[in-house]
């Protein structure tokens, strides 16, 4: 077996039996780093103290992994800080949503939608004085959006509504 490829499941289940048939204590080595049993198990606190002396005892306890995949630490002190800090979107007054509404601008639109939809207490009074803004100038719209979670009844109200 080369040291690049990973042990199958019958080669570490023959690797184990031998552990505990020779009574050695110390598994073949697979090919993986720490695979020994030498340095990376140790003995539980329970074991009888006249079995302490005896290799022949057969419980291990294996240490924790102390590397990811690739040999990365487990920790994240290894990796780059942020580059740049995570943009955060401007918060819009009811002014920026009406007038980005009135020009058609999309994504103003769709942040006005999910405002509105929004169950945030937070997000209720900026909703309403939205709406109050825009309902005015609601007489020239040429489409309707209807909006709602699967299921809700979209399809039916279309169907009903002609």
């Known amino acids: 077996m080369t040291d690049n490829k990973r042990p199958t499941p019958d080669e570490l289940r023959n690797a184990q039996d031998a552990t505990f048939t020779t009574g050695e204590g110390k598994a073949p080595e697979l090919g ?48 780059a800080p942020s580059v740049r800090p995570v943009q955060r979107r401007k918060k819009l007054t009811v002014a920026d949503y009406v007038r980005g509404i009135e020009q058609g601008d999309r994504v103003i639109l769709s942040r006005a939608i999910t405002l509105v939809e929004s169950n945030n ?9 939205v709406l109050q803004a825009v309902l005015p100038r609601t007489g020239k719209a040429l489409r309707i959006g ?7 009844g979209k399809s039916t109200f279309i169907e009903a509504f002609g």
Not at 121 to 129: G, I, R, S, V
Request: a negative charge; one cysteine or more.
């Open 146 to 152: 209807i909006t709602g979670v699967p299921g809700a």
């Open 121 to 129: 207490k937070d997000h209720f009074k900026l909703a309403q004085q």
């Open 32 to 79: 993986v780093k720490n695979a020994s049993a030498e340095g990376s198990t140790y003995r539980p606190d329970w074991v009888p103290e006249d079995a302490k002396k005896d290799d022949t005892f057969a419980c291990h306890v294996m240490k924790g992994v102390k590397e990811m995949h690739d040999g990365l630490l487990s920790s994240s002190a290894h990796l």
